[in-house]
């Protein structure tokens, strides 16, 4: 019994060790899936709002944030975050039933892997590659501005990943030859 009691006690300290191991994204893989990830996150949240929503993409930092997103160190007043501080709810409409629950895949503001740069990155027909800070706007009905980001690794592997504005959905692409123009 003591044995068991034991094992337990590490396996419940050591858990969030293991999750945030697997959840922090490595590689070229992981960082498409972060930039897929802050895009879902962010047309959900504007859907859920039925307000327009900004994803805020720094180039430099190699970092994404969601406008209304709660932070990892503070919370927004409006919004009731949970202990995790991954999820928020709405507040009550007036009628006294509660609104929509969005559970974000990600904490943000997300970074990239340190291997990873941002190669390019276009809003709009814009190049936004060298400016401090890109705003890619979600709106109510699912869509979205058009965007175009080339990541590239270590390794000189590159993925381009773009919105497919009507649905406000990304796209991802692995062959140069086939990127989207930013």
Request: hydrophobic residues 40%; charged residues 25%.
């Amino acid at each position: 019994m003591v044995a068991i009691a034991i094992v337990a006690i590490l396996l419940t300290i050591g858990i969030p060790f293991i999750r945030m191991a697997i959840d922090t994204p490595q590689g070229i893989n992981g960082a498409v899936r972060l930039v897929e990830d802050a895009c879902r996150d962010a047309r959900a949240k504007a859907i859920l709002d039925h307000a327009s929503v900004d994803l805020v993409i720094r180039p430099g930092d190699r970092s994404f944030s969601i406008s209304g997103a709660p932070a990892a160190s503070s919370s927004d007043r409006s919004l009731s975050p949970d202990v995790s501080g991954n999820e928020w709810r709405l507040p009550e409409h007036s009628s006294g039933k509660s609104a929509s629950k969005v559970e974000f895949k990600r904490k943000y503001p997300a970074s990239l892997p340190q291997s990873i740069v941002v190669e390019g990155l276009g809003v709009n027909g814009e190049d936004w590659t060298e400016d401090d800070e890109a705003r890619v706007r979600f709106y109510a009905d699912g869509t979205s501005d058009a965007m175009s980001i080339v990541l590239k690794s270590d390794e000189n592997d590159r993925r381009n990943i773009w919105l497919e504005v009507v649905t406000g959905l990304p796209e991802v692409e692995s062959d140069p030859q086939r990127f989207r123009a930013r």
